[in-house]
C-alpha cells in the first residue's frame, strides 16, 4: 500500500498565482486532515474532512479551500496565493476520528511563494 | 486555547544513554497524548497514543507516561541509537478531536 502520497514535492509560487495540493490515501479512511508547519510552531490544522462530501475548518483556514468529491482525495487549494502562505503542507488520514485512531501522515509540499 | 510546550528544543547525547523528553500541556481535558517522529523532509509516523485513562504505553525501547492533571508526558528512549536520531513530537487531543501539536525536540545521537 502506498498509503498516504501529495503531489507535489515541491512548488515555487508567485504571489497572486493559484494552485491545488492533491493529497491521495488507500486506506479507506474516512477522515482526512490538512496540516502546514511553520519554524518555530507546531503542525496547525488548516481544514479537514470527517466523509466524502465533507469539509470543515481548522485553526488557520482562511486563504484556503479544500474539496472531498471522492474518498480517497482531499484537495487544498490556494486562489491567490500570499508570501504568508510558504510553508510545509502536509496531508494526513484516520479511519476513525483523529486522537482516537491513528493518524498516518503524508511526506509533504514545500511551498514557497515569492 | 490549549499550548503545548516541549523543552529542551534541541537534544545531543551519546549512542546508548537512556534519555527523556518533556512536553507539557495548559488544558488537562484532553482525551489522549500522541508522541510522534519527524525525520527530516518527511511526513509524521505515530510511535506511542495514549488514552487519557491510561498512565503509560510501551513500543520497544519507548515508553511515554501520562500525568494528565499535571498537564505534562514524558517519553522515554532506552538505549539510544544513531538511527533514534529525528524530531519527536507530541499532540494532545481536546475537543472536537483536534489535535494541537507542540514544537518538537529536535534529538541527534551520536556515535
Known amino acids: ?114 | 486555547k490549549q499550548e503545548v510546550t516541549q523543552i529542551p528544543a534541541a537534544l545531543s547525547v551519546p549512542e546508548g544513554e537512556n534519555l527523556v523528553l518533556n512536553c507539557s500541556f495548559t488544558d488537562s481535558a484532553i482525551y489522549n497524548l500522541q508522541w510522534f517522529r519527524q525525520d527530516p523532509g518527511k511526513g509524521l509516523t505515530s510511535l506511542l497514543l495514549i488514552q487519557s485513562s491510561q498512565r503509560e504505553q510501551t513500543s520497544g525501547r519507548l515508553n511515554a507516561s501520562l500525568d494528565k492533571s499535571s498537564g505534562r508526558s514524558t517519553l522515554y528512549i532506552a538505549a539510544s541509537q544513531p538511527g533514534d536520531s529525528a524530531t519527536y513530537l507530541c499532540a494532545v487531543t481536546g475537543t472536537a478531536s483536534k489535535l494541537t501539536f507542540g514544537t518538537g525536540t529536535r534529538l541527534q545521537v551520536t556515535l
Open chain 1, 1 to 114: 500500500n502506498a498509503g498516504v502520497t501529495q503531489t507535489p514535492k515541491f512548488r515555487v509560487l508567485k504571489t497572486g498565482q493559484s494552485m491545488t495540493l492533491l493529497c491521495a490515501q488507500d486506506m479507506n479512511h474516512e477522515y482526512m486532515y490538512w496540516y502546514r508547519q511553520d519554524p518555530g510552531m507546531g503542525l496547525r490544522l488548516i481544514h479537514y474532512s470527517v466523509g466524502e462530501g465533507t469539509t470543515a475548518k481548522g485553526e488557520v483556514p482562511d486563504g484556503y479551500n479544500v474539496s472531498r468529491l471522492k474518498k480517497q482525495n482531499f484537495l487544498l487549494g490556494l486562489e491567490s496565493a500570499a508570501p504568508s502562505q510558504t510553508s510545509v503542507y502536509f496531508c494526513a488520514s484516520s479511519l476513525g476520528l483523529a486522537g482516537v485512531d491513528t493518524q498516518y501522515f503524508g511526506p509533504g509540499t514545500r511551498l514557497t511563494v515569492l
